[in-house]
């Protein structure tokens, strides 16, 4: 698994600008987070939600172009539910999320930077060292592999494209209109 | 050059920009953007420093190999951009207590410390549990219209609205 010194280059790069984009946008604010998990600000799903909607729109013209290939992760509802549901809980506690608090210790926020950051590789590790007991059993439950939506219902993607960037367009029409 | 050092921009600015950077993970590095993988690197990258070599033998680091990749870099960039806006804007500021948490539960530094360590814990364990995170799954794993990411940032904020209510509703 060598990765070539100029991708190293380039995947600092990109990071740069995505963090950069992500204090921009007031996603690395403790206050900003845990206002959207309490429903007050909608900032976090209007960013998450937007880049969906360019980035879904974006890489399925390069893919029918041939340009790019797409590689959707395999996951089982005891993986993705349940992980995702534990997740939840962290990311309230900690009001950060691992992408999120990099940028929140580059804003000089210590408590990302000593608790959190200590926490979320002390955490990762722990998940490495049950991980054996885990692949066999609760992460297999459910099984689905890495189908997408298209492939579930046998449609093209711009079946499921188009009427996805609709909801999310009127999702953000409704948010606005309610002051959000 | 104001919008490079005001304060905040539209989040669908921001959004837009991460979709539009996310083309370009794909096109140049063909990799999706992500974070919590490196985490997990780390952990093993600091295990095998404290623990020996053997370490890279556990099932997990031998399909999450403890090493510096893309990703990794991509993460340090994460911190570096934030760092960088938040000089330009003068927002960077070295902070014990976030404001909301201070209002809570007060502006004690070490309570709040402990809770983000418990907190990093439970979401560190829940990122790789998942196989992603916000990023992973959240963003780029929802554009690719994968039912695992869909399913997993449901839950992400499923999880997520509970605990907070628990906390800023229940104990604070």
Redesign the interface.
């Known amino acids: 698994?060598k990765?070539e010194k100029s991708?190293?280059?380039?995947?600092?790069?990109?990071?740069?600008?995505?963090?950069?984009?992500?204090?921009?946008?007031?996603?690395?604010?403790?206050?900003v987070i845990?206002?959207q998990?309490?429903?007050e600000d909608?900032?976090?799903l209007?960013?998450?939600?937007?880049?969906?909607?360019?980035?879904?729109i974006?890489?399925h013209l390069?893919k029918g172009l041939g340009?790019?290939?797409?590689?959707?992760?395999?996951?089982?509802?005891g993986?993705?539910?349940?992980?995702?549901?534990?997740?939840?809980?962290?990311?309230?506690?900690?009001?950060y999320?691992?992408?999120?608090?990099?940028?929140?210790?580059?804003?000089?926020?210590?408590?990302?930077a000593?608790?959190?950051?200590?926490?979320?590789?002390?955490?990762?590790?722990?998940?490495?060292?049950v991980?054996?007991r885990?692949?066999t059993g609760i992460?297999r439950k459910g099984y689905?592999g890495?189908?997408?939506?298209?492939q579930?219902l046998k449609v093209n993607?711009w079946v499921?494209?188009v009427p996805?960037c609709t909801v999310i367009v009127l999702l953000?029409y409704v948010l606005e209109r309610a002051g959000l | 050059m104001d919008w490079l050092i005001?304060l905040?921009?539209s989040?669908?600015?921001?959004?837009?920009?991460?979709?539009?950077?996310?083309?370009?993970?794909?096109?140049?590095?063909?990799?999706?953007?992500g974070?919590?993988t490196?985490?997990?690197r780390?952990?093993?990258m600091?295990?095998k420093a404290v623990r020996g070599p053997q370490v890279e033998l556990?099932?997990?680091?031998q399909k999450?190999?403890p090493?510096?990749?893309?990703?990794?870099?991509?993460?340090?960039?994460?911190?570096?951009?934030?760092?960088?806006?938040?000089i330009l804007?003068g927002?960077?500021?070295?902070?014990?207590?976030?404001?909301?948490?201070a209002t809570t539960f007060g502006s004690a530094?070490i309570p709040?410390?402990?809770?983000?360590?418990?907190?990093?814990?439970?979401?560190?364990?829940?990122?790789?549990?998942?196989?992603?995170?916000?990023?992973?799954?959240?963003?780029?794993?929802?554009?690719?219209?994968?039912?695992?990411?869909?399913?997993?940032?449901?839950?992400?904020?499923?999880?997520?609205?509970?605990?907070?209510?628990?906390?800023?509703g229940v104990i604070g």
């Open positions: 698994m990765t991708q190293l280059l380039w995947g600092l790069a990109f990071g740069v600008v995505f963090g950069f984009l992500l204090q921009k946008g007031g996603a690395t604010e403790y206050d845990i206002g998990l309490l429903l909608f900032t976090v209007k960013i998450m939600l937007s880049a969906v909607l360019v980035g879904t974006g890489i390069m340009w790019v290939r797409i590689s959707p992760k395999t996951g089982s509802w993986q993705n539910a349940i992980g995702g549901l534990i997740f939840g809980v962290g990311f309230a506690v900690l009001g999320c691992p992408g999120t608090i990099a940028g929140a210790v580059g804003n000089g926020y210590l408590d990302a000593i608790g959190g950051l200590a926490g979320i590789i002390l955490g990762s590790g722990l998940l490495a060292a991980y054996p885990l692949s992460l689905f890495d189908i997408t939506f298209p579930l993607d499921i494209i996805l953000f | 005001s905040r921009w989040p669908y600015v921001v959004g837009a920009g991460i979709g539009i950077l996310s083309w370009f993970t794909l096109l140049i590095s063909k990799k999706p953007i974070c919590s490196s985490f997990a780390t952990a093993g600091i295990e556990k099932p997990y680091y999450t190999k090493v510096i990749d893309w990703q990794w870099m991509l993460v340090l960039g994460v911190i570096i951009g934030s760092f960088l806006s938040s804007s927002a960077f500021d070295l902070r014990w207590v976030p404001s909301l948490w530094a709040r410390l402990i809770v983000a360590l418990l907190g990093g814990v439970i979401i560190g364990f829940g990122s790789r549990w998942a196989g992603g995170c916000t990023s992973g799954h959240g963003i780029s794993g929802a554009m690719q219209l994968a039912v695992s990411s869909w399913v997993s940032a449901i839950s992400f904020f499923i999880g997520g609205i509970i605990a907070a209510y628990l906390i800023f």
